[in-house]
Nanobody, 120 residues
Framework: QAQLVESGGGLVQAGGSLRLSCAAS????????MGWYRQAPGKQRELVAS???????NYADSVKGRFTISRDNAKNTVYLQMNSLKPEDTAVYYC??????????????WGQGTQVTVSS
């Protein structure tokens, strides 16, 4: 089992910045993809950004040019730098990690979520 610990959420004014972190620990063999999702009240959880082990990134159209995802493979940590935040970015942000064990079996883990609130 792997555990994910998120940090960095909070309250910020529109136009401000926040940086989220998610550290994976426990039984980790090979992490494949790390990513951030968000869920606003009354809405479905949606992909914000993801990054593969080789550094290939994918972003939701709504955050392109404002958010940057990165990872530190040595620390099994993924970051989300969020700039030019808008009120519509308000949501609970969840870290997601896909990993593969030594037998090739894949597992998905979710963080507990961190609240990001952007005031207008």
């Amino acid at each position: 089992q792997a555990q994910l610990v998120e940090s960095g959420g909070g309250l910020v004014q529109a136009g401000g910045s926040l940086r989220l972190s998610c550290a994976a620990s426990g039984s980790i063999f090979r992490i494949i993809t790390m990513g951030w999702y968000r869920q606003a009240p009354g809405k479905q959880r949606e992909l914000v950004a993801s990054i593969t082990a080789s550094g290939n990134t994918n972003y939701a159209d709504s955050v392109k040019g404002r958010f940057t995802i990165s990872r530190d493979n040595a620390k099994n940590t993924v970051y989300l730098q969020m700039n030019s935040l808008k009120p519509e970015d308000t949501a609970v942000y969840y870290c997601k990690v896909d990993q593969e064990d030594k037998w090739g079996l894949r597992y998905t883990y979710w963080g507990q979520g961190t609240q990001v609130t952007v005031s207008s």
